[in-house]
């Protein structure tokens, strides 16, 4: 399948991206790793007459320390996330979700910032974001502006990044010495989550001091349930004492019903894998 | 729309092309290199059958554009032979009769290299989360997994490829 016709722009500063998504307009399309945008270009869904292409500009991949944070470049790949020492280190929760998205390749190809912008309900970047408290960093024709998590996944593919804006970095409160675990229900090989539960939690003496939890595809963006948070703060390890703290967990959600499962088959999981992902991450 | 100019090595020789921004990796190795051994399979990043490597990573060659190509080096399944040799992943194959039809073969071996370079000695298991990517509707996968771990326990020779540039 071939998509439609398109001019091909490959900008080496954010500067010039941002230049020629201005002029552009509601014509352009930012190309990050490809790996949602091509396809659809392909199925002829979308069809900007202007691809602009992040590929070169170099200052948008890596990842570095900026005091109690990681910075994270949105061109970063999938796979250099899961596999960097200072993710591992601070992030835990970050590498294992990276780790889970689609397939090697796709992970080779695919990029950070890519997936937390495209914001599919079932990928698998936005919910460890939020639930770790991340912060956006998006620039614009008037200069650059931070966006906390809360305020970033607005609805279904739709974030708090305008047209004429570009996602080029994300900053990551440390969580250094925190557990963590992403725990991701499929079926088959490559499938996108049909629900999956990004947990991370600090234990002290053999008690869960501070816990922060994000789901995965229930609902049109990620949840962040606050009050299995708050219930877990001061519980032991102990599985039924989790259980019993989490088992609220999908109170108000709305997922979707498709052919993978209905609504409340998915809320019945999300409690199951939040009980299953914080005790992983407590490391009980 | 104006055609993009882009300089591409692929399988150690250094292309200068113009193409249309809209064809694809895969299209152009096949149909303007003439490199047919790259297949393309279900053309919606799903099978794995056209992957290639870009500098030495595993990349599904359907879901990139040649432009994207531009300045990067490209290894084909065409490119793993030396002087008539085949690679120890292919001979692997070979060996442990990791094929039936054949059709997802060349994607399954440029993966298996690649999980290789990263994991060098893999566990089953791991060989199996390796090839998520690649799909085969004749084998049942097992004797592709014996050709992969064949070719990790016959050396390092497997998982390195000394054709391929660095990035």
Same mark, same amino acid.
């Given at each position: #399948?071939?998509?439609?016709?398109?001019?091909?722009?490959?900008?080496?500063?954010? @500067?010039?991206?941002?230049?020629?998504?201005?002029?552009?307009?509601?014509?352009?399309?930012?190309?990050?790793?490809? #790996?949602?945008?091509?396809?659809?270009?392909?199925?002829?869904?979308?069809?900007?007459?202007?691809?602009?292409?992040?590929?070169?500009? @170099?200052?948008?991949?890596?990842?570095?320390?900026?005091?109690?944070?990681?910075?994270?470049?949105? #061109?970063?790949?999938?796979?250099?996330?899961?596999?960097?020492?200072?993710?591992?280190?601070?992030?835990?929760?970050?590498?294992?979700?990276?780790?889970?998205?689609?397939?090697?390749?796709?992970?080779?190809?695919?990029? /950070?910032?890519?997936?937390?912008?495209?914001?599919?309900?079932?990928?698998?970047?936005?919910?460890?974001?939020?639930? #770790?408290?991340? @912060?956006?960093?998006?620039?614009?024709?008037?200069?650059?502006?931070?966006?906390?998590?809360?305020? /970033? /996944?607005?609805?279904?593919?739709?974030?708090?990044?305008? @047209?004429?804006?570009?996602?080029?970095?994300?900053?990551?409160?440390?969580?250094?010495?925190?557990?963590?675990?992403?725990?991701?229900?499929?079926?088959?090989?490559?499938?996108?989550?049909?629900?999956?539960?990004?947990?991370?939690?600090?234990?002290?003496?053999?008690?869960?001091?501070?816990?922060?939890?994000?789901?995965?595809?229930?609902?049109?963006?990620?949840?962040?349930?606050?009050?299995?948070?708050?219930?877990?703060?001061?519980?032991?390890?102990?599985?039924?004492?989790?259980?019993?703290?989490?088992?609220?967990?999908?109170?108000?959600?709305?997922?979707?019903?498709?052919?993978?499962?209905?609504?409340?088959?998915?809320?019945?999981?999300?409690?199951?894998?939040?009980?299953?992902?914080?005790?992983?991450?407590?490391?009980? | 729309?104006?055609?993009?100019?882009?300089?591409?090595?692929?399988?150690?020789?250094?292309? $200068?092309?113009?193409?249309?921004?809209?064809?694809?990796?895969?299209?152009? &190795?096949? $149909?303007?290199?003439?490199?047919?051994?790259? &297949?393309?399979?279900?053309?919606?990043?799903?099978?794995?059958?056209?992957?290639?490597?870009?500098?030495?990573?595993?990349?599904?060659?359907?879901?990139?554009?040649?432009?994207?190509?531009?300045?990067?080096?490209?290894?084909?399944?065409?490119?793993?032979?030396?002087?008539?040799?085949?690679?120890?992943?292919?001979?692997?194959?070979?060996?442990?009769?990791? &094929?039936?039809?054949?059709?997802?073969?060349?994607?399954?071996?440029?993966?298996?290299?690649?999980?290789?370079?990263?994991?060098?000695?893999?566990?089953?298991? $791991?060989?199996? $989360?390796?090839?998520?990517?690649? &799909?085969?509707?004749?084998?049942?996968?097992?004797?592709?997994?014996?050709?992969?771990?064949?070719?990790?326990?016959?050396?390092?020779?497997?998982?390195?490829?000394? +054709? +391929?540039?660095?990035?």
């Amino acid at each position: #399948m071939i998509p439609t016709k398109f001019a091909y722009e490959a900008p080496t500063s954010v @500067e010039d991206a941002l230049r020629l998504l201005g002029e552009a307009g509601d014509e352009g399309k930012i190309l990050a790793g490809g #790996m949602s945008l091509i396809p659809v270009l392909k199925l002829r869904l979308a069809g900007p007459e202007v691809l602009i292409d992040l590929g070169k500009i @170099e200052d948008l991949r890596g990842i570095r320390e900026d005091g109690d944070a990681l910075v994270i470049g949105a #061109m970063t790949p999938h796979h250099v996330v899961a596999h960097d020492p200072l993710v591992e280190q601070h992030a835990g929760l970050i590498a294992a979700a990276s780790k889970t998205v689609a397939d090697p390749q796709v992970r080779h190809r695919g990029t /950070f910032g890519g997936g937390l912008v495209h914001a599919d309900p079932a990928g698998d970047l936005p919910a460890p974001a939020l639930a #770790m408290g991340a @912060e956006f960093v998006v620039a614009g024709p008037g200069g650059t502006r931070t966006v906390p998590a809360s305020e /970033f /996944f607005v609805d279904l593919f739709t974030t708090a990044v305008g @047209e004429d804006e570009i996602l080029t970095h994300v900053r990551i409160p440390k969580h250094t010495g925190w557990g963590s675990s992403y725990k991701k229900f499929t079926r088959v090989a490559q499938q996108w989550s049909i629900v999956a539960v990004a947990a991370t939690v600090r234990v002290e003496n053999g008690t869960i001091a501070e816990a922060q939890i994000g789901l995965t595809n229930m609902g049109s963006t990620p949840i962040r349930p606050a009050a299995v948070e708050q219930a877990l703060v001061g519980v032991s390890l102990d599985e039924a004492a989790v259980a019993a703290a989490t088992a609220s967990v999908a109170e108000g959600t709305t997922p979707p019903s498709d052919t993978n499962g209905d609504a409340d088959y998915r809320r019945h999981l999300a409690g199951v894998l939040t009980k299953r992902a914080v005790l992983t991450a407590a490391g009980a | 729309m104006a055609n993009t100019p882009i300089s591409v090595t692929v399988d150690q020789v250094t292309y $200068e092309d113009d193409v249309e921004p809209r064809t694809l990796l895969v299209q152009y &190795l096949r $149909e303007q290199l003439g490199k047919t051994g790259t &297949l393309i399979g279900c053309d919606t990043t799903n099978c794995g059958a056209c992957t290639v490597h870009l500098d030495g990573q595993s990349v599904k060659s359907c879901t990139m554009f040649a432009v994207q190509a531009d300045g990067h080096d490209v290894t084909t399944i065409e490119g793993l032979a030396q002087d008539g040799d085949l690679h120890p992943m292919q001979q692997a194959f070979h060996e442990k009769h990791a &094929l039936q039809c054949g059709f997802c073969t060349p994607g399954m071996i440029m993966q298996s290299i690649a999980l290789l370079q990263e994991n060098p000695n893999p566990t089953e298991q $791991e060989v199996r $989360e390796g090839l998520e990517g690649n &799909l085969c509707r004749c084998t049942g996968y097992q004797n592709i997994v014996a050709a992969v771990q064949a070719a990790a326990g016959a050396g390092s020779a497997a998982g390195t490829q000394s +054709e +391929e540039g660095a990035a």
